[in-house]
């Protein structure tokens, strides 16, 4: 007799079911943490949710439809008269009704817990806040000429940073949009060679700076500026010139070798590779665990680096002999997910945050605030421009490829003309924002006129504060109105 089963809907459902109802008695013992502080069960409490949770979802799933039955669309459908759902029962009657009512109930008792919302204080210390209003509508104009000077320098920092990443967005934007780079493949023994000796060309131009250092020191160079720039330089001049040589070298292997030179080429690049990537996942819980480097990692633990070194060898081996050298390997979706992770990762972190990261990195001033604009402008641009590419008609670029044009030819011909007008939308919509957010990161010395009101909040200048904000709302408003006049006149 076979074993039912649960279909992936099921699961889904049940899934839901759980977390719900594990939410529920947690929540209610986090109303009451304080009364459990001391309690040496308070922690076995908490666990004790989860099998209770997962209990009262599969005795509710038996009693009745659910959420998360509902939510997977495994619910029986509910009957329909005259084109109008017709309801079995009042909500208040019906199990998903009740428990979405005690969901509701148990979130907005603990969110008005968490939040501390304290309606004594509005209505008793309103005297504290009228006071600050007072001051605030009588401006002390004789600071709005350092202010106006400021805010030019908060639109000139927004302006800059946009600038700069529409460039680079745009070149991101083609390797994140899917309908692109689903068809972008490649041979995987020659792009393997291609990767493999181009890591190595980067490694030996890294090598070849360090070891003209020496001379550049005794010359009286700037010897970080020269690093600074030489070092990336040789390593991508490395990267790409041993990255060609790779490829072309591997296609000649692949054409004048038979099929058993073929498949230990690929087994060597695959053992290369897997050396390299069990040393850099060693290098990292070393890092983490030891807090050392490799060196140290060897020392103190061997053999068991080298065992790790010799998995990752054999997993490579593995893996390249389960590729035919000629087979195509989905490249472009590859770089699609690599892309995409990396722009939302970037979006994600505020650019008050990245402010903090490159105020630490230069120094107090604008350049450390417009290059945190410029580092998530891009991510933001980045994933809009790809969208608008995602959504493009394909008609054009079908037609475009019947007559033989290449990827390149088809994004020119095709893609670019129907994506212009959204990305100037999208660029201008950007600069808007990057105005606004301008404001903010002054706050941690990222320039603009947002580091002088963070200096009179402190100092309780309300009145200096009251002309930061008249002139920070007048600016934000004329530029709204302004790039709403360009959207309609050029899109």
């Not at 309103?126 to 639109?155: S, Y």
């Not at 004048?256 to 819980?285: F, N």
């Not at 892309?339 to 903090?356: Q, Y």
């Amino acid at each position: 007799m076979q074993a039912s089963v649960m279909s992936p809907r099921r699961l889904q459902a049940l899934a839901l079911d759980w977390l719900l109802w594990t939410y529920l008695p947690a929540g209610v013992l986090y109303f009451y943490r304080g009364a459990l502080a001391d309690s040496p069960a308070r922690i076995w409490l908490y666990v004790a949710t989860v099998p209770l949770g997962l209990a009262a979802a599969l005795i509710l799933q038996r009693a009745g439809t659910t959420i998360g039955e509902r939510v997977a669309e495994i619910a029986p459908p509910q009957p329909v008269e005259n084109g109008v759902v017709r309801r079995a029962a009042p909500w208040y009657r019906t199990q998903i009704g009740i428990t979405g009512a005690l969901l509701a109930l148990v979130t907005f008792v603990l969110g008005w817990q968490i939040t501390e919302i304290d309606l004594y204080s509005v209505f008793t210390r309103a005297d504290r806040m009228n006071n600050i209003v007072q001051r605030l509508v009588r401006p002390f104009w004789p600071v709005a000429g350092v202010l106006l000077e400021k805010m030019v320098e908060t639109i000139f920092l927004a302006l800059m940073a946009t600038a700069f990443s529409i460039p680079l967005a745009a070149l991101v934007s083609f390797f994140a949009a899917r309908n692109l780079m689903a068809r972008l493949t490649a041979p995987w023994g020659r792009l393997l060679g291609s990767f493999v000796l181009g890591v190595l060309g980067a490694v030996l131009g890294i090598s070849l700076v360090q070891l003209v250092m020496p001379g550049l020191v005794g010359s009286g160079l700037d010897v970080a500026l020269i690093t600074g720039i030489l070092t990336p330089t040789m390593a991508i001049i490395g990267l790409l010139g041993f990255g060609y040589i790779g490829s072309r070298l591997l296609a000649v292997v692949l054409e004048r070798g038979g099929p058993g030179l073929s498949r230990a080429v690929s087994a060597l690049l695959g053992a290369i590779l897997g050396v390299g990537a069990a040393y850099l996942l060693a290098s990292l819980v070393s890092a983490v665990v030891y807090a050392g480097s490799w060196d140290i990692f060897v020392r103190d633990q061997s053999p068991w680096p080298y065992v790790v070194l010799a998995v990752g060898a054999l997993v490579g081996i593995w893996y390249g002999r389960r590729w035919e050298p000629d087979s195509e390997f989905p490249i472009g979706n590859v770089l699609y997910d690599v892309v995409r992770f990396i722009l939302n990762t970037t979006r994600s972190i505020e650019p008050f945050v990245w402010a903090l990261v490159f105020v630490t990195w230069f120094r107090l001033g604008p350049f450390p605030g417009m290059v945190a604009l410029l580092v998530h402008s891009v991510a933001a641009l980045g994933k809009l421009y790809s969208e608008s590419i995602e959504s493009i008609d394909p008609g054009p670029l079908e037609a475009v490829r019947a007559t033989g044009a290449n990827e390149m030819q088809t994004v020119i011909f095709a893609v670019v003309p129907q994506i212009i007008p959204p990305y100037i939308s999208f660029t201008i919509y950007r600069w808007d924002i990057n105005v606004r957010m301008s404001t903010i990161i002054g706050l941690v010395g990222g320039g603009g006129i947002g580091q002088l009101l963070f200096q009179y909040q402190n100092l309780a200048q309300w009145r200096s504060v009251s002309v930061a904000v008249i002139l920070i709302v007048a600016v934000v408003m004329t530029l709204d109105m302004v790039s709403a006049r360009i959207r309609e006149r050029i899109i």
